[in-house]
């Protein structure tokens, strides 16, 4: 029976062990990195809260739905939908799903692992003293970053190097090193974060950037701003692609989901807002563009860095926390493509690790190429990075978490959804199921048609 299966690929130790392993997933280059450029990109305040609207109404139910539905099926997202449509009654084609979340992993991971690349190299520019110069520090530190996105072979390199390590941790099991390396590192992260926080409260335009990301102006966001939103939404928080179900379906029996969903999401928005509360204030008071694009937080925390005193220190942590937060987020994305491999084909979790990754590092070529010698290549008007970005953040995943609700609040019977949250009051569990069920699908569909101008 589902109630006692156990996933044959282990088991979490125990719920804070989940936790931990969720928020490590949750937490990555999607809160420090992305989340101030898109802001910035998108006009600061008015973005944000229809980032924080569409993760309380649509991004948490559709946590506690895959996590939900993870544990239930105890297998790869793959054959945990084929399992659960088979009991459910429902056609089988469901499991293409798990297909799409496959996919769409490996797609975010091939550029995630390009810019985590970039972390580590930061790490090794501020023990070196690079983030010094001479004159003018902003001139120096784009200098620094130009010179560097524009070499292909420093970028490759950088890239190989996170793709081998997350490939490391993975062919342990995730359960393995991880859980012990994020129990300390996460908490380091949020620490150093509020020292940035500090250092940005001196800078002088600490108000101009709390009233950027905070005094929403809503002139300043059209239908994309709001699909760029709710993508991210499902980036910060590992949903719509089957990260969480595969971590779900190693969560022992016991543990309140719905709870457990609370802290991660949670945790996750409180970094993100924290990098942008330390990030910001350095963009104004140093003259720069909110809207510079991904390099933003390699353009800006170096400068904050090389002025303050503790700076070569203070830098060289924050990347190397940067480069963790980075590998426990990367994990989630490969780790339903290993688990299918080792139930169907058969094969070691080594050698499904070995191919997954190989095919990874080929993708993540195009994005390195997208910054120097292929910049001027452009599909849909767009980079390969920009597209891979748009495709799976703005298309993909909301599309997965889509389905996901579907399944979990009109596919899947009452019975075994009740019996799996086993939440004890009835309100809450019918608030989730309304939610899953209404809300959440509903809004993506609408924002949706909202961006190909139906509404
Ligand atoms: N959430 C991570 C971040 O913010 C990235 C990530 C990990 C992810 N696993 C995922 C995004 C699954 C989407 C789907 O950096």
Redesign the pocket.
Same mark, same amino acid.
């Given at each position: 029976m589902t109630e006692t299966k156990q996933s044959i690929h282990g088991a979490w130790s125990s719920r804070f062990a989940f936790i931990l392993a969720a928020t490590g997933?949750?937490?990555?280059?999607?809160?420090i990195w992305?989340f101030p450029y898109i802001t910035g990109e998108n006009g600061g305040g008015a973005f944000v809260l229809v980032y924080l609207l569409c993760v309380a109404l649509i991004g948490i139910p559709i946590m506690i739905a895959e996590t939900m539905m993870g544990r239930r099926g105890r297998q790869s997202p793959i054959n945990t939908m084929q399992t659960l449509a088979r009991d459910a009654g429902a056609d089988e084609s469901w499991h293409y799903l798990g297909w799409l979340g496959v996919v +769409?992993?490996f797609l975010?991971l091939s550029y995630?692992s390009v810019i985590a690349g970039w972390a580590i190299s930061y790490v090794f520019k501020s023990l070196s003293g690079s983030f010094y110069g001479d004159g003018d520090s902003v001139d120096h530190i784009a200098k620094l970053f130009d010179g560097f996105i524009g070499s292909p072979m420093q970028l490759v390199f950088w890239h190989s190097l996170f793709m081998l390590a997350t490939m490391a941790v993975v062919v342990r099991g995730v359960q393995g090193g991880l859980e012990k390396a994020v129990r300390f590192l996460m908490p380091s992260l949020f620490a150093l974060l509020l020292v940035m926080v500090g250092y940005a409260m001196s800078s002088g335009a600490y108000q101009q950037g709390l009233d950027f990301m905070f005094d929403p102006d809503f002139s300043k966001i059209d239908g994309h701003s709001i699909l760029t939103a709710m993508g991210h939404a499902?980036? +910060?928080?590992?949903?719509?692609?089957g990260?969480?179900m595969v971590y779900g379906s190693y969560l022992p029996k016991g543990v309140s989901i719905a709870k457990t969903s609370f802290i991660v999401a949670g945790a996750?928005t409180a970094v993100a807002l924290l990098a942008g509360i330390a990030i910001f204030p350095i963009v104004f008071a140093n003259n720069l563009e909110p809207s510079s694009g991904p390099g933003l937080i390699f353009q800006t925390l170096p400068i904050a860095f090389g002025q303050m005193s503790g700076g070569l220190i203070f830098g060289t942590l924050f990347f190397i926390l940067l480069v963790f937060?980075?590998l426990s987020?990367?994990i989630?994305?490969i780790e339903p493509a290993v688990a299918w491999l080792v139930e169907n084909h058969n094969i070691t979790r080594k050698k499904a690790c070995v191919w997954a990754g190989l095919l990874t590092w080929l993708l993540g070529l195009g994005t390195v190429f997208s910054f120097n010698i292929w910049s001027d290549f452009k599909l849909f008007d767009r980079t390969i990075f920009n597209l891979l970005d748009y495709l799976?953040?703005n298309l993909l995943?909301p599309i997965g978490g889509f389905f996901v609700a579907v399944f979990a609040g009109w596919i899947m019977l009452r019975q075994h959804s009740e019996e799996e949250l086993e939440i004890g009051s009835a309100p809450a569990y019918d608030l989730w199921r309304f939610l899953v069920r209404y809300v959440s699908p509903a809004a993506v569909f609408l924002v949706f048609l909202n961006v190909v101008g139906v509404l």
């Open positions: 997933s949750a937490v990555g280059l999607g809160n992305k +769409t992993g975010i995630y499902f980036f +910060t928080l590992s949903l719509g692609m990260a969480i996750d937060a980075a987020s990367s989630s994305l799976t953040a995943l």
